[in-house]
């Protein structure tokens, strides 16, 4: 990873808030979600979208819940990872193409941000490391992503691409356990 940003990494919690607020924007990074997606029912998401996922996700933060961590370059948030045991995204447990590989509890990495500018740089592949370590401090043993794979033929655009690309898990030392259509990517913490 030639030429790749130096970063910390740092937990979102309650006092870091407004660095996020700062690095997805007015419009909640795609389109008003906040990291919301995973979190709710389809209907019950589309009626927050917006300012009621934004008011939704602090909610959590307030609670002292940690959902992912935050990527700073030079003091300024530059990328966001969620991450949390997948018993944190209900819309998982709905996903049949996203179902289970086995019994194993698992973390999982569902949603990457990187600011504008800064695409195309390495971050989410060091957000991936950072997500490994911060799970590995939490006692998790077992980490997940769900990325897309980048077709030759289209050029999916970075902002729309939420979940990741399969290669940046792969560069992160993640595999694909499930051998499906969609592939569930899978590293020990």
Known sequence: MAGAAK?????????RWKDLESLFGPR???AGCWCMFWKLPRPEFARRQGEGNRRAFRKIVREGVVPGILAYSGGKPVGWCAVEPRSAYPALARSRILAPVDDEPVWSVTCFYVARGRRRQGITVQLLRAALK???RRGGRIVEGYPVVPRPCHQSATAFAWTGFAP??????FSDCAGR?????????
């Open 134 to 136: 911060h799970v590995r």
């Open 181 to 189: 259509k969609r592939p569930i990517m899978r590293r020990r913490a």
């Open 28 to 30: 909640g990074a795609c």
């Open 7 to 15: 970063l910390e990494f740092h937990p979102l919690t309650a006092e």
């Open 168 to 173: 940046a898990f792969e560069a992160a030392g």
